[in-house]
């Protein structure tokens, strides 16, 4: 069996290689097992948003128990692969956080700056850093910005240069990735490339973003895709549903993979 510790060096060497590293999210065990199965996954990655809608809260409000509980199911579940997480910005002690969820077989996590001042942002990477190393885990940090996300109505170029400032010294503090949500078109996609640096880059499949394959020219080395793919699932659901009160009946090209 593969040991944690050698998971995470895994999940490093996909982060560092050309290829983009294509992560499809998941938010339970059934949805994890579907998408380990495919030949194609190389890693698991959890979207805390669609952990939190399965048991009923907002996003960022679910408890860190059930949080922890969750993703230890979502690691039983698919064996060997990486598991990457979604910590929202901590639960209030990001180093303590990651020692936990590493105690659940988590080696790589997304961790929110939420514009906190840089200070405080670069001490909560260095703790989470310190706590993989007092675990024996050279944990993979996918360090988020809300450069974007969170910017208000200030001038697009005054969040481009802060993004890059925040990764240059999330990087420097021990993250291996620099996590830069939003719509991110070529122009800005290069310009956060050249100033964080090439394979450092990880950014969120949206509708109206890039492809994969866009990024991955750009020097991207991640993408992930958030809650989405559990919005597709139930949007797949409520028209099933629909159809069914229509009379109609269950398609046959339905797969068992439950």
Known sequence: M???AEKAQTLARLHAAPEILRVVNVWDAVSA?????????RAI???GHSIAATFGYPDGQIPLETTLDMVGRIVEAVGD??????LDAGYGDPGETVRRVIGKGVVGANVEDRLVP????V????????????EGVPFV??????AFVRAGKRPLEESIADAIERGRAYLAAGADLVFVPGILDADITR??????????ISVIGLPGALSAGEYEALGVARISYGPTTQRVALTALQDVAADLYADGVIPASTRALN
Not at 118 to 121: G, K, T, V
């Open 2 to 4: 593969t040991t944690q």
């Open 33 to 41: 097992r579907t998408i380990a199965a495919l030949p194609e996954t």
């Open 45 to 47: 990655a959890t979207a």
């Open 81 to 86: 692969l990486p598991v990457s997480t979604d």
């Open 118 to 121: 840089l200070a405080e942002a």
């Open 123 to 134: 001490a909560n990477v260095e703790a989470i850093v310190a706590a993989g190393a007092a």
């Open 141 to 146: 940090l996918n360090a988020r910005t809300d």
């Open 191 to 200: 310009q956060l490339v050249e100033g964080i640096g090439e394979r450092k």
